[in-house]
């Protein structure tokens, strides 16, 4: 694809044209006089052009404009229904771009946000349709089974005006701890339960040649990957995870600067001076952490549920035939317990064009998707092609060709799937071989979340000119730079840490914590 012209500029045309469109959409219903109204459907099936990302899925990158899974669901729905797969990441971000900036918008599109920069004054400029009251009078499947107040969401909302519609991620929080239940049977212990259960088991890793390779010091007890990505642990159990903003003395107050934050790190000082964690936490790539822990330098990572049998199935590990793995809960500590804060839960936001015509019918496709009805296909496909049913029992292999070439399950249950990320409901889960284990997994995930002050709170302007200063672990960070030199012992904790909070306010961080209090009062009405 050809580049044109910077963004901003793109932006007037985007503006213009859609106006523009608008009112031709206007002028044709005036001339015709017969657009069908809600009580007066065509008989012929509405055609929904959706626009969306086909976010790396193989089947997703192939499907053809016959494909059998988008005409099924077309038939089930009474509608005509064409996918349109843009890239993923930084290409689907251009391309949406230009989208927006041609103005030649299709009838239903995947966002992130009803104020995401790829079409930045969008919704400002009446681009987007106001969907409350259509959702009111068409969608009671949308009411009644996405999340209540899911709807406050900035990315849903403004003014209390609702302008997207959710697709919702596969899982509320998704973060257990990952451990050798292995190596715990051949010590002799049980599964940690305390701070202090993790630590005894941390020294035993250490003491003994655990992956029997002749080398007692070449696995740890706790595996860390470089800026800590998925690696938050021994945080929450002192009431100081990273990302998190809690109301502190009237003032909405990041973690990083609390005064918490320097018992967690004080912990974390002690796991690298011991030999708990591995001493290339600040370096170890995303490869080579998963492949050390497949190589069984690891007595326990943190990693998503969903990763059960994937990264982590045991025929990758080069121990497979020993290899026993249990996913486990993080202990309680002396100030809290928690994995991952809650999230919105949205994957990414529909919205609809101001220039669709009779958007009620596309707000019909949506609630449609949530019904009972739409269950079995989103779930499970195509019958006797992905399924076959016997004595009302539902057949269904994620292995079996139909289903596992190019993941086409994935095609169903996720890249057409107008819920969002459908991959562990409970009734696909269940005809997993790992059902028990993905299970009580997913509940330690669903336990693990930990509520915080700063669940909607939109991207501060504050912070865009200063991504050193944003909470969190991220590569960059005046955070991450202190707690690395605080770890590995080339600074003292106390005087590293009031240095890091008086530079962390001076450079943009008082203004930061003003706008998210702003932010906080205004959202919980104070
Ligand atoms: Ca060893």
């Given at each position: 694809m050809k580049q044109r012209k910077p963004q901003k500029l793109l932006f007037t045309v985007l503006l213009s044209g859609a106006l523009l469109a608008a009112g031709c959409a206007k002028e044709e219903t005036g001339k015709t006089g017969a657009e069908p109204g809600p009580s007066q459907q065509s008989k012929e099936p509405r055609n929904i052009h959706v626009?969306?990302?086909?976010?790396?899925?193989?089947?997703?990158?192939?499907?053809?404009?016959?494909?059998?899974?988008?005409?099924?669901?077309?038939?089930?729905?009474?509608?005509?229904?064409?996918?349109?797969?843009?890239?993923?990441?930084?290409?689907?971000?251009?391309?949406?771009?230009?989208?927006?900036?041609?103005?030649?918008?299709?009838?239903?599109?995947?966002?992130?946000?009803?104020?995401?920069?790829?079409?930045?004054?969008?919704?400002?400029?009446?681009?987007?349709?106001?969907?409350?009251?259509?959702?009111?009078?068409?969608?009671?499947?949308?009411k009644n089974k996405l999340p209540k107040d899911i709807w406050q969401s900035p990315k849903l909302s403004k003014d209390g005006k609702i302008y997207g519609i959710?697709?919702?991620?596969?899982?509320?929080?998704?973060?257990?701890?990952?451990?050798?239940?292995d190596w715990l049977d051949k010590l002799g212990m049980q599964q940690p339960k305390t701070?202090?259960?993790?630590?005894?088991?941390f020294e035993a890793v250490k003491q003994q040649d655990m992956n029997g390779n002749g080398d007692a010091n070449d696995e740890y007890g706790f595996y860390v990957r470089e800026n800590l990505d998925h690696s938050l642990f021994f945080f929450q159990e002192f009431n100081a995870h990273?990302?998190?903003?809690?109301?502190?003395?009237?003032?909405?107050?990041?973690?990083?600067?609390?005064?918490?934050?320097?018992?967690?790190?004080?912990?974390?000082?002690?796991?690298?001076?011991?030999?708990?964690?591995?001493?290339?936490?600040?370096?170890?790539?995303?490869?080579?952490?998963?492949?050390?822990?497949?190589?069984?330098?690891?007595?326990?990572?943190?990693?998503?549920?969903t990763n059960y049998n994937l990264d982590w199935a045991v025929d990758k590990f080069a121990d497979k035939d020993k290899v026993k793995l249990s996913m486990i809960a993080p202990p309680e500590g002396p100030k809290g317990k928690g994995l991952m804060p809650v999230t919105d839960q949205i994957y990414f936001v529909w919205v609809i064009p101001a220039k669709t015509k009779n958007?009620?019918?596309?707000?019909?496709?949506?609630?449609?998707?949530?019904?009972?009805?739409?269950?079995?296909?989103?779930?499970?496909?195509?019958?006797?092609?992905?399924?076959?049913?016997?004595g009302g029992q539902i057949q269904w292999d994620p292995n079996a060709p139909a289903n596992s070439a190019d993941s086409a399950y994935n095609f169903y249950q996720l890249s057409i799937n107008p819920r969002g990320d459908g991959r562990m409901e409970t009734k696909i889960v269940e005809k997993s071989p790992d059902a028990a284990a993905l299970k009580s997994g997913m509940k330690i995930a669903a336990d693990a979340g930990f509520k915080h002050d700063s669940l909607h709170m939109p991207q501060l302007e504050s912070l865009n000119t200063h991504p050193e200063l944003v909470p969190g672990t991220g590569s960059g960070t005046l955070f991450l730079e202190m707690f690395a030199k605080v770890v590995t012992g080339k600074e003292e904790l106390d005087p590293a840490f009031d240095k890091f909070v008086a530079e962390w306010k001076k450079r943009g961080g008082d203004a930061a914590i003003k706008e998210a209090t702003n932010w906080y009062n205004t959202f919980h009405k104070k």
């Open positions: 626009l969306l990302s086909h976010a790396n899925a193989p089947y997703a990158m192939k499907a053809g404009a016959d494909d059998p899974y988008v005409k099924e669901m077309s038939k089930l729905s009474g509608t005509n229904l064409k996918f349109e797969f843009l890239g993923h990441g930084g290409d689907f971000t251009k391309q949406m771009s230009i989208r927006f900036a041609s103005a030649e918008l299709p009838d239903l599109i995947r966002t992130d946000s009803i104020q995401s920069s790829m079409h930045k004054g969008a919704l400002e400029q009446g681009v987007f349709t106001e969907l409350g009251p259509l959702i009111d009078k068409y969608a009671p499947n949308l959710p697709a919702l991620t596969a899982m509320n929080t998704n973060r257990v701890v990952y451990i050798r239940q701070l202090d259960d993790y630590l005894k088991y990273p990302e998190v903003w809690q109301m502190r003395n009237g003032q909405l107050t990041p973690n990083i600067i609390a005064p918490e934050m320097k018992e967690a790190i004080a912990f974390w000082r002690m796991l690298y001076e011991k030999g708990y964690i591995n001493p290339n936490l600040f370096t170890n790539k995303s490869a080579d952490w998963g492949a050390g822990i497949r190589q069984g330098k690891a007595g326990s990572w943190t990693h998503a549920v958007p009620e019918e596309i707000v019909k496709f949506l609630d449609w998707a949530w019904s009972d009805k739409a269950e079995t296909f989103l779930d499970f496909g195509i019958k006797d092609k992905n399924y076959t049913e016997q």
